[in-house]
């Protein structure tokens, strides 16, 4: 897998996409930008992450047969993260001119309401 030529120009739009949602924010988890709602992690931005050549967000799905049904869709797109993989998330490729962020938005927008309160998401 190719590296993102410019990760910081990647986080910068993938920010702007997270911060867009209703009442989030940011913060630095295990050394890497995460987004939270009230405190639930619905984002990590992941680059070059333990030396895999990649550059993605990881998202919650709503389990094991999303994640598999994703990555059987389109393997160039999803990909099994590490360490959080077994407890549901997936990671989207945000590596260089195969970005398709309407579908990262929505995909941010999914995990989001998996996080977020009902008062918020019905």
């Not at 990647?10 to 940011?26: F, K, N, P, S």
């Not at 962020?101 to 995909?107: E, G, K, N, Q």
Request: charged share 20%.
């Amino acid at each position: 897998m190719m590296l993102s030529s410019d990760p910081d120009a990647v986080l910068l739009q993938l920010r702007a996409a997270c911060l867009a949602l209703t009442e989030t924010d940011e913060i630095v988890s295990h050394g890497i930008p995460a987004f939270r709602f009230a405190g639930k992690m619905f984002a990590y931005f992941r680059h070059n992450h333990h030396g895999d050549g990649r550059t993605d967000v990881c998202v919650k799905t709503s389990g094991r047969d999303e994640q598999e049904l994703l990555m059987e869709m389109d393997p160039d797109t999803y990909s099994w993260p590490a360490y959080i993989g077994p407890s549901g998330w997936i990671a989207v490729s945000l590596a260089d001119g195969v970005v398709d962020w309407a579908l990262v938005a929505a995909r941010l927008l999914s995990s989001w309401r998996l996080a977020a309160p009902r008062r918020l998401t019905g």
